[in-house]
Nanobody, 116 residues
Framework: QVQLVESGGGLVQPGGSLRLSCVASGFTFSAYPMSWYRQAPGKERELVAT????????NYADSVKARFTISRDNAKNTVYLQMNSLKIEDTAVYYC?????????WGQGTQVTVSS
């Protein structure tokens, strides 16, 4: 079955960096675009970044442009989210997701807390 396992979250000070990873299994990873979402307490889940199946094109939410970078390694079935210049408002649970046959699959999420 489809599995998405995120890791790399943690506590970081404002201005710091983290790299999230998401290892996928149960489907042909290289054939599908992948996305990262996040959900802060009391807020709706929001799309952070998307990358095409070959990694040739990416899109970002305005709030993270120029600070976050999504990438993927199809040989490792892994998608990454490099987060730089982190702000307090980036605090959230981060999820990777794949959309297969009109169904969205989600990982369990990884907590990112930005605090001084």
């Amino acid at each position: 079955q489809v599995q998405l396992v995120e890791s790399g979250g943690g506590l970081v000070q404002p201005g710091g960096s983290l790299r999230l990873s998401c290892v996928a299994s149960g489907f042909t990873f290289s054939a599908y675009p992948m996305s990262w979402y996040r959900q802060a307490p009391g807020k709706e889940r929001e799309l952070v970044a998307t990358i095409t199946s070959a990694g040739s094109s990416t899109n970002y939410a305005d709030s993270v442009k120029a600070r976050f970078t999504i990438s993927r390694d199809n040989a490792k079935n892994t998608v990454y989210l490099q987060m730089n210049s982190l702000k307090i408002e980036d605090t959230a649970v981060y999820y990777c997701t794949a959309r297969l046959s009109m169904t969205n699959y989600w990982g369990q999420g990884t907590q990112v807390t930005v605090s001084s």
